[in-house]
């Protein structure tokens, strides 16, 4: 089992960054990608950006060059900076990780982007 407990959502006008953090605990050596994932009210859940043990990161094209996502593997904790944001990155964001056998998630953290 892997849990995953997200923080650093809020309120942010547009332009302005925020870092979201997901802290995993549990069979973490089991995990070998983690990802943030969003969904927007009367949307799908979409990929936002994933980062494996081993190899490249990979981005929605929606905000390349924006987000940066990144893992402190100490630390048990993947990141992801957001900058330049927009009204339409308002979404429920949610950590993902997985394993050979399993999805998981996270609760979901609010970001909203508004002036």
């Known amino acids: 089992q892997v849990q995953l407990v997200e923080s650093g959502g809020g309120l942010v006008q547009p332009g302005g960054s925020l870092r979201l953090s997901c802290a995993a605990s549990g069979s973490i050596r089991d995990i070998n990608r983690m990802g943030w994932y969003r969904q927007a009210p009367g949307k799908q859940r979409e990929l936002v950006a994933t980062?494996?043990?081993?190899?490249?990161?990979n981005y929605a094209d929606s905000v390349k060059g924006r987000f940066t996502i990144s893992r402190a593997n100490a630390k048990n904790t993947v990141y992801l900076q957001m900058n330049s944001l927009k009204p339409e990155d308002t979404a429920v964001y949610y950590c993902?990780?997985?394993?050979?056998?399993?999805?998981?998630w996270g609760q979901g953290t609010q970001v909203t982007v508004s002036s």
């Open positions: 993902n990780a997985q394993t050979n056998f399993r999805i998981y």
């Open positions: 980062i494996p043990s081993g190899g490249s990161t």
